[in-house]
């Protein structure tokens, strides 16, 4: 009964193919053209174009049609046929979705082991190979025509083939170059070429913006001055400013500084290490206006009030204690120590307790006066922007300092 024979033919291809797709083509063609003759070559092939053109997995499109045409075949009715197709349909997919759910459980316990990446390395010739098989079956003369006794029909019908294998290879060479992660040397400069924008205001600061196709927007400005920048009656001084630059600046006060981005849910930020201290935010990206003068005006306007160094050098004395007690960070300023003994990277970012205590606004003022210039400064926008915008909206705050 033709029925019994395509849930085992089925049930045999689900279970004993490998590659699923176009791999299933030939098992499938195998059984249904040459071995029960359900179908002749011709009709195979057509079913392989609809099964393309449709959606869905092409091995149970295939199976779908086949189970269909096939009964049909047999003289049996609509009715049948249809029942046919779904039968087809189940028997190619029953097995290996049991056999899936058992591979998977294994394979999310031993994913790294090296068994099973030897496995799947051998499998891959031997999917190839179902490709290529799948391929050349259907290279007969029902499809293609025969040389001798129609020659123009067999030119036409190989020259369509070239153009479609080239067309079709192009498109996958283009688009497996595109989902190549660059992440190293080379690749990181002619990816940030493609997908950044850069300018240099008239001041020397230069400016970088990012597109990112977000609601959330961040935007700072990279200084460069760092601890190794400090003289050595300055150690700590490039934190110290750091902190400080949130204590009131030329027009606003401490807590109209926290509050600016905070009152539209933003954040206000920064850090200092080595080489650099980081002013930023993090906020709603129809707030760039606000973040962006707002930054501009701690890093350049900033009173360092005395009042509030005297406090807040209490506040670093106390987390430097606290850094002090925590021997798996302090490890790594003791050795840097003494790489660099005697020389500015072996600054402790921190500072010592005895100098902060006895800085004040002139010498802050000093410390930025030297060394946050315009020219030692990127202004850094990461956000859903057109780039005219992000430029001139960074040129009316800073281009002034």
């Known amino acids: ?55 869905g ?28 197709s779904v039968l087809a349909s189940l028997s190619i997919m029953w097995l290996p979705f049991i056999l899936m759910i058992c591979i998977s459980k294994y394979l999310i316990k031993n994913k790294e082991s090296k068994n099973v990446k030897n496995v799947f390395s051998a499998l891959r010739p031997a999917i190839v190979g179902l490709l290529a098989a799948a391929a050349i079956m259907l290279m007969s003369v029902e ?12 030119i036409v019908s190989l020259t369509i083939f070239l153009f479609s294998f080239i067309g079709n290879t192009s498109i ?22 493609e997908t950044c924008n850069t300018y240099t205001l008239q001041n020397g600061m230069r400016l970088i913006h990012i597109p990112s196709p977000t609601s959330v927007a961040y935007c700072g400005i990279s200084i460069d001055a760092g601890t190794r920048d400090e003289l050595e009656s300055e150690q700590g001084m490039a934190h110290f400013c750091e902190h400080m630059m949130f204590k009131g600046s030329e027009q606003r006060k401490a807590c109209h500084i926290i509050r600016r981005m905070e009152n539209v849910g933003g954040d206000l930020n920064a850090y200092t290490n080595k080489e650099e201290t980081v002013v930023y935010s993090a906020f709603m990206k129809q707030h760039l206006v606000r973040a962006a003068e707002l930054i501009v005006d701690v890093v350049f306007n900033s009173i360092y009030p005395q009042q509030e160094i005297d406090k807040e050098a209490e506040v670093i004395v106390d987390e430097i204690e606290s850094y002090n007690d925590s021997p798996a960070d302090l490890i790594f300023d003791r050795f840097e120590n003494i790489i660099y003994e005697g020389k500015d990277l072996g600054h402790d970012i921190l500072g010592r307790a005895e100098d902060i205590r006895r800085f004040t ?41």
């Open 143 to 154: 499809n293609f025509g025969s040389p001798t006794q129609s020659t123009f029909v067999f």
């Open 361 to 401: 606004s002139a010498d802050a003022k000093a410390f930025t006066t030297r060394l946050y210039k315009p020219e030692k400064m990127v202004f850094f926008v990461m956000g859903d922007y057109e780039f005219n915008y992000v430029r001139k909206t960074v040129e009316r705050y800073a281009n002034n300092h």
């Open 57 to 84: 997995p092409i091995g149970i499109n295939c199976a779908t049609y086949t189970g269909y045409t096939s009964v049909i075949n047999a003289g049996y009715p609509e009715w049948a046929a249809m029942l046919g």
């Open 1 to 55: 009964m033709i029925f019994l024979k395509l849930f085992i033919v089925f049930s045999k291809i689900g279970i004993f193919n490998f590659g699923g797709g176009y791999a299933m083509l030939s098992l499938i063609q195998d059984e249904v053209v040459h071995k029960n003759q359900w179908l002749t070559t011709a009709e195979f092939t057509d079913i392989v174009a609809i099964s393309q053109s449709t959606p």
């Open 172 to 193: 996958q060479d283009t688009s497996y170059t595109h989902d190549i992660p660059l992440r190293t040397g080379r690749a990181v400069d002619l990816l940030m070429k």
